[in-house]
């Protein structure tokens, strides 16, 4: 219960940034509950005034008045209607705007832990359901509160002694829908956690069609697919049975406090203590009392549906930053590029150490290579260069000042990243190789795609640098994509560059191309290189063959080979290999 006044609480703080539109729809709502509470009264006037005393004068005026007031409150519901859709989905704008904005913030630790199809969950079901609630049942909540009060008072004005009849159900009502109402939140928060589940499937099983194919996994694929499916479908039942158990409930006590009042308020007229209007008024009065209640339970599994979701987006919003308390505050103009690993350890998570004892010192514009069975924590070191992750113990240093000190906006605009599996955006080309400066010129844009080698088979392309690139750039080669992120990362002429697997999965010519360009890009800066390919990795300044989380061996190229230890030995199985 707490928990869920927290998020109504926050999901206010975003309703307040509207408060003058809300204040509006209060106001709107007060006017058509006003309106609502007159028919009744003025039914029951009609009943004893005019029409039992058989005095018809005037009785035609009442009529178009009552006419008048119904026709005013649909104006005014129509009114109230389109402020609160505006209210709403400007509400969501400002909600869903603040989830990514916090999303692109959050650590890469927490988007390993996580799959894709869980976030976008989060991002799009998650606020879909808070947007639903807003829209149905933030003025059915107003209205209800308004009419619930209106028709008590109204009930007061006519008869003390039938208000206190009508709010006997009213313990009952209170105790009954606490306990459903936990219930079914529980169950909806499972429904959004199991939807995310197999949205997180789907993602997995679409973007792996290929190889599922390949090793004739469909059958299987399918019957995971049916079980999380299953799952979903339990939960969701679940909170159905649970949230739709309350309309019922609702409706039951509406109808035994309606026959209660009517038997009493019968007994009442009989005995001339209240008049036929009066009754008849009354009764009108006490479906207006509890209709509200029951509107409001029959919406019951949408509004917790949204404060399910809600719970889920403020859980992640909740998530810290990974700029908050640990990004370092000062900003240096320029990185020169020096470098140094000093006994640094790291580890993912509460496992085990992936990287031990870890020293080293890379100079301005050296080129430091990498190599060494999978896994042997060569991605982890780059990793940290650009604190994507934080060290457990040790200390590294750039430009002699520990990295913990800078900040990491300013330092990862001094890095370049290209990377084996290299990352395209839809748009056009033009657009992705801007995405390293923003502010770069067209003629900027087309040097740094020169340079990469990359302006040759752009220019071929029917729409050249205006090619509209698919999602992951799947309408153009592995080559080219490797071409096209390499002008990336000139046009962002980094201090620090690291090269991961850049030149692995390419034909021969893409090799030679991408060698070329990444020469020019490898000029006069500090470089990290990661390789299989021990033959692109010769001119390096230093190799640190790393095995098991430590770094094994280190020298040239020359040096590693005369030793004939690791190095040697995986260069002449591959030697081997080519031959």
């Known amino acids: 219960m707490n928990q869920t006044i927290s998020t109504l609480k926050r999901l206010g703080s975003y309703l307040?940034?509207?408060?003058?539109?809300?204040?509006?729809?209060?106001?709107?709502?007060?006017?058509?509950?006003?309106?609502?509470?007159a028919g009744p009264y003025l039914i029951g006037v009609a009943l004893d005034d005019y029409i039992i005393a058989r005095q018809y004068d005037g009785l035609l005026a009442l009529c178009l008045l009552m006419l008048g007031v119904y026709g005013a409150g649909s104006a005014v519901g129509w009114l109230q209607a389109n402020l609160l859709a505006d209210v709403s989905q400007r509400t969501v704008w400002r909600l869903r705007g603040d989830l990514f904005v916090h999303l692109q913030k959050l650590p890469l630790p927490f988007f390993a832990s996580k799959s894709h199809g869980e976030l976008m969950s989060r991002t799009t079901n998650d606020i879909d359901n808070v947007t639903n609630t807003l829209n149905?049942?933030?003025?059915?909540?107003?209205?209800?509160?308004?009419?619930?009060?209106?028709?008590?008072?109204?009930?007061?004005?006519?008869?003390?002694?039938?208000?206190?009849?009508?709010?006997?159900?009213?313990?009952?009502?209170?105790?009954?829908?606490?306990?459903?109402?936990?219930?079914?939140?529980?169950?909806?928060?499972?429904?959004?956690?199991?939807?995310?589940?197999?949205?997180?499937?789907?993602?997995?099983?679409?973007?792996?069609?290929?190889?599922?194919?390949?090793?004739?996994?469909?059958?299987?694929?399918?019957?995971?697919?049916?079980?999380?499916?299953?799952?979903?479908?339990?939960v969701g039942i679940k909170a159905q049975i649970y949230s739709g158990s309350m309309g019922p409930f609702m409706n039951m006590f509406g109808h035994i406090s309606y026959l209660i009042i009517a038997g009493v308020g019968g007994w009442l007229a009989v005995r001339d203590q209240a008049t036929v209007g009066v009754i008849i008024s009354f009764l009108a009065y006490s479906r207006q009392f509890s209709g509200p209640l029951n509107e409001v339970a029959n919406q019951y599994n949408l509004i917790q549906s949204g404060i399910a979701g809600a719970e889920r987006v403020f859980e992640m919003m909740d998530i810290p930053s990974e700029y908050d308390g640990a990004n370092g505050g000062e900003e240096a103009s320029t990185v020169a590029g020096k470098v140094e690993f000093r006994r640094v350890g790291f580890?993912?998570?509460?496992?085990?150490?992936?990287l031990r004892d870890i020293s080293f010192t890379a100079r301005p514009g050296e080129t430091i290579a990498l190599v060494g069975?999978?896994?042997?924590?060569?991605?982890?070191?780059?990793?940290?260069?650009?604190?994507?992750?934080?060290?457990?113990?040790?200390?590294?240093?750039?430009?002699?000042?520990?990295?913990?000190?800078?900040?990491?906006?300013?330092?990862?605009?001094?890095?370049?990243?290209?990377?084996?599996?290299?990352?395209?955006?839809?748009?056009?080309?033009?657009?992705?190789?801007?995405?390293?400066?923003?502010?770069?010129?067209?003629?900027?844009?087309?040097?740094?795609?020169?340079?990469?080698?990359?302006?040759?088979?752009?220019?071929?392309?029917?729409?050249?640098?205006?090619?509209?690139?698919?999602?992951?750039?799947?309408?153009?080669?592995?080559?080219?994509?490797?071409?096209?992120?390499?002008?990336?990362?000139?046009?962002?002429?980094?201090?620090?560059?690291?090269?991961?697997?850049?030149?692995?999965?390419?034909?021969?010519?893409?090799?030679?191309?991408?060698?070329?360009?990444?020469?020019?890009?490898?000029?006069?800066?500090?470089?990290?290189?990661?390789?299989?390919?021990?033959?692109?990795?010769?001119?390096?300044?230093?190799?640190?063959?790393?095995?098991?989380?430590?770094?094994?061996?280190?020298?040239?190229?020359?040096?590693?080979?005369?030793?004939?230890?690791?190095?040697?030995?995986?260069?002449?199985?591959?030697?081997?290999?080519?031959?």
């Not at 619930?148 to 206190?164: H, Q």
């Not at 580890?347 to 992936?354: I, M, P, Q, S, T």
């Not at 780059?382 to 300013?410: H, M, T």
């Open 16 to 37: 307040a940034y509207q408060r003058v539109k809300l204040i509006a729809i209060i106001l709107l709502t007060a006017a058509a509950a006003g309106l609502a509470l």
């Open 136 to 234: 149905q049942s933030l003025i059915q909540i107003i209205s209800s509160v308004i009419m619930l009060l209106g028709s008590f008072a109204m009930m007061l004005l006519l008869n003390v002694w039938l208000t206190l009849v009508a709010l006997v159900v009213i313990p009952l009502i209170v105790f009954v829908s606490k306990r459903i109402a936990k219930a079914t939140q529980r169950q909806f928060k499972g429904q959004q956690q199991e939807l995310g589940s197999l949205n997180g499937f789907i993602e997995e099983a679409v973007s792996g069609q290929r190889v599922a194919r390949l090793f004739r996994q469909e059958e299987r694929t399918a019957a995971r697919f049916g079980e999380s499916n299953a799952k979903l479908k339990k």
């Open 347 to 354: 580890g993912y998570g509460e496992g085990a150490a992936a």
């Open 373 to 579: 069975p999978t896994g042997a924590g060569k991605t982890t070191i780059v990793n940290l260069i650009g604190r994507f992750y934080e060290i457990r113990e040790g200390q590294i240093l750039i430009d002699d000042k520990d990295i913990r000190d800078w900040d990491k906006n300013k330092l990862r605009s001094q890095l370049g990243i290209v990377l084996q599996d290299a990352h395209l955006f839809a748009g056009t080309i033009r657009d992705n190789i801007r995405y390293g400066l923003l502010d770069a010129t067209d003629a900027e844009v087309e040097e740094a795609a020169v340079q990469a080698n990359a302006h040759g088979f752009i220019m071929k392309l029917p729409e050249g640098y205006d090619t509209v690139l698919s999602a992951e750039g799947g309408n153009v080669s592995h080559g080219q994509r490797q071409l096209i992120t390499i002008a990336r990362a000139l046009l962002s002429d980094p201090t620090l560059l690291i090269l991961d697997e850049a030149t692995s999965s390419v034909d021969t010519l893409s090799e030679l191309q991408i060698q070329e360009a990444l020469k020019r890009l490898l000029k006069e800066r500090t470089s990290f290189v990661i390789a299989h390919r021990l033959s692109t990795i010769r001119r390096a300044d230093t190799i640190l063959f790393i095995k098991d989380g430590e770094i094994a061996e280190r020298g040239t190229h020359e040096e590693l080979l005369a030793r004939g230890g690791l190095y040697a030995q995986l260069h002449d199985s591959q030697h081997l290999q080519e031959a």
